[in-house]
């Protein structure tokens, strides 16, 4: 499965993005699609999660309140509404896939997120 990431763009802080994860070739499996997230100089970190099957979510710290994943099963798709953004919100996002549980191998190819002060 191809996975592509859209949506960033410059927001400023307070400001709202929707990110999208659109899955090519074959459709999300069953298992969870994450999206994650990785600013200058720093390791990358998880950002929330969805289970495709069932629809359970998960999020980091930083994102609960602010972010809300969702999928559309119709559209093969995952999404990350982002409100409230803060400049440490400024990454390079990225969205993955399991093909098994509990490993993320399917990765697209990241969108910039840049939140100004």
């Known amino acids: 499965v191809q996975l592509q990431a859209s949506g960033g763009g410059l927001v400023q802080a307070g400001g709202s993005l929707r990110l999208s994860c659109a899955a090519s070739?074959?459709?999300?499996?069953?298992?969870?699609v994450g999206w994650f997230r990785q600013a200058p100089g720093k390791e990358r970190e998880f950002v929330a999660s969805?289970?495709?099957?069932?629809?359970?979510?998960y999020y980091a710290e930083t994102a609960k309140g602010r972010f809300t994943i969702s999928r559309d099963n119709a559209k093969n798709t995952v999404y990350l509404q982002m409100n409230s953004l803060k400049p440490e919100d400024t990454a390079v996002y990225y969205c993955a896939g399991q093909s098994q549980i509990g490993k993320y191998d399917q990765w697209g190819q990241g969108t910039q997120v840049t939140v100004s002060s």
């Open positions: 070739g074959r459709t999300f499996s069953r298992y969870f």
């Open positions: 969805i289970r495709w099957s069932g629809g359970s979510t």
